[in-house]
């Protein structure tokens, strides 16, 4: 029955009011808290360490907008307020790296269709190098620190990473000794950071001069059947940053910023002066862009090295003729006899008719 007329019935008594459709319920909304701890659950793919380091923008995002936060009232402005509120706790590169991870966060949930836009997609998330944080640790440095470290394997940790560009801790422990191939000068690196991509889960490293004295010595003081070329320091309770914190201490020596990556940048800065940065690159793992953004360093033998041999020769007055000032004898008028007549006189002259020159004969 129409509507209209059920209407007309029911107000003449002549058919039942029909009862009141309950008003639908609105769905609730999806929260953030919600969102992320579903987004962690599903990525079963990932590292332990990849996951803590997730959980790190997990913890400042509901921190900032509360867990409760439904997850489509978040706007770009939002997005862009969490970020100045991280740049007063956080270096600018932390910055960057947690608001690339809320770019990822909030790009699934698009991909999803659970948002319509990726509200932290304009935020600057790509780490940039640090010139303020560069150190280069030169040949006697390195040789305090051998001269302090406690034992071999001490001296074979800072080794692989100055001499062998070996990230730490992840790469040092683990290489084995099936890894070093004495015969062909070389050994295998075994990459956790570049193993998803492929062709990156491990790189040949020439078994450099530098670094086969340190490799030898582990070598003859490890047991039978060690099978990792470290093996004193490799529970995760050690910090090995901690420790050689302490061995430069004792050297005498103050810590540099980003104590193992200065060791690796070092070796590279010092590799691309003799090798081409290709080949360069295949020993460390990187790029090329990333070495040189984040790696290669402007040192002072450089300077040393491009500048005039005896710069003090250039001085004033030593070796370079200085620059002829005018004098007023070069500029100095021939001074005029005293009797001579006022420059005045002549202007009050008046030439006459026949002009300057004598008058000439017609004939």
């Known amino acids: ?204 490293v020439p078994l450099f001069p530098e670094l086969l004295p340190h490799l030898r010595e582990a070598f003859e003081q490890a047991e039978d059947r060690a099978v990792y070329v470290i093996t004193r320091y490799r529970h995760s309770n050690q910090n090995l940053r901690t420790q050689l914190c302490r061995i430069l201490r004792k050297a005498g020596l103050t810590p540099w910023p980003k104590l193992f990556q200065n060791l690796r940048s070092t070796r590279q800065t010092e590799l691309v002066k003799t090798r081409p940065i290709h080949v360069v690159c295949e020993y460390m793992g990187n790029s090329q862009a990333v070495a040189m953004e984040h790696y290669l360093q402007v040192t002072d033998e450089d300077y040393l090295q491009d500048a005039a041999q005896n710069p003090a020769q250039y001085l004033p007055g030593r070796g370079l003729p200085e620059r002829k000032q005018e004098t007023a004898d070069v500029q100095q008028r021939p001074v005029l006899p005293r009797d001579t007549e006022s420059y005045m006189n002549v202007h009050a002259e008046l030439v006459g008719a026949g002009g300057l020159e004598p008058p000439t004969s017609s004939l």
Request: hydrophobic share 40%; with cysteine; net charge positive.
């Open 1 to 204: 029955m129409p509507d209209l007329w059920r209407k007309r019935l029911e107000a003449v008594g002549l058919v039942a009011a029909a009862e009141p459709k309950p008003e639908p319920k609105p769905e609730p909304k999806l929260t953030l808290g919600a969102f992320l701890d579903g987004y962690m659950a599903s990525r079963v793919d990932i590292k332990k360490s990849t996951r803590i380091a997730l959980g790190q923008t997990v913890r400042y995002l509901t921190a900032f907008f509360g867990a409760d936060k439904p997850l489509e009232d978040i706007t770009p402005g939002d997005a862009a307020e969490w970020r100045f509120h991280l740049k007063s706790k956080l270096a600018d590169n932390t910055v960057r790296r947690r608001c690339g991870v809320a770019k990822q966060f909030f790009g699934a949930a698009v991909s999803k269709r659970l948002l319509a836009g990726n509200p932290f997609a304009k935020l600057k998330s790509t780490v940039r190098g640090n010139p303020a944080r560069e150190h280069f640790i030169k040949a006697d440095v390195a040789q305090k620190v051998f001269d302090a470290c406690p034992d071999a394997e001490w001296r074979l940790i800072f080794a692989l990473c100055r001499f062998g560009g070996l990230r730490c801790p992840s790469e040092v422990l683990a290489l084995t000794w099936d890894d070093i191939h004495w015969a062909e000068g070389r050994f295998t690196v075994h990459s956790p950071k570049t193993e998803h991509h492929p062709g990156k889960e491990s790189r040949k």
